[in-house]
């Protein structure tokens, strides 16, 4: 069988309504996405991230230095020395990441 004889449905052409419809559907998305003003929908997400992020460092942090602090107290017998210290260095790391993200320069 040719292209010609296959059965099936005969292309149609672009109806001139439908683009109509698009254009002003289009038309009318960016005026709405103006008036509320979520026309920077990369901005809200890459700010998300990195909120997401720092409350990452946070918890890290103080959770990964006080785990390490209270398994190494267990097994030397220094309790409560090294969880007070090991806490107290991954509150200062956490803090010192959060500060080295929030002085970085933001990507154009």
Same mark, same amino acid.
């Not at 439908?18 to 003003?37: F, H, K, M, N, P």
């Given at each position: ?6 059965p ?14 698009q ?10 996405a103006?008036r ?5 929908v990369?901005?809200a ?7 997401n992020?720092?409350l ?10 006080? *785990? ?14 090294? *969880?007070l210290? *090991? ?20 990507d154009?």
């Amino acid at each position: 069988m040719t292209p010609d004889t296959q059965p099936g449905q005969d292309p149609i052409d672009e109806d001139a309504r439908i683009a109509s419809l698009q254009d002003r559907l289009a038309r009318a998305q960016q005026v709405e996405a103006e008036r509320t003003g979520t026309t920077q929908v990369g901005a809200a997400d890459e700010n998300y991230r990195l909120g997401n992020r720092v409350l990452g460092e946070l918890i890290g942090g103080t959770a990964g230095g006080a *785990l390490i602090g209270w398994v190494l107290d267990r097994l030397l017998g220094t309790s409560p020395w090294l *969880l007070l210290v *090991l806490l107290f260095l991954g509150i200062v790391v956490a803090f010192r990441n959060i500060i080295r993200l929030s002085s970085k320069r933001p990507d154009k």
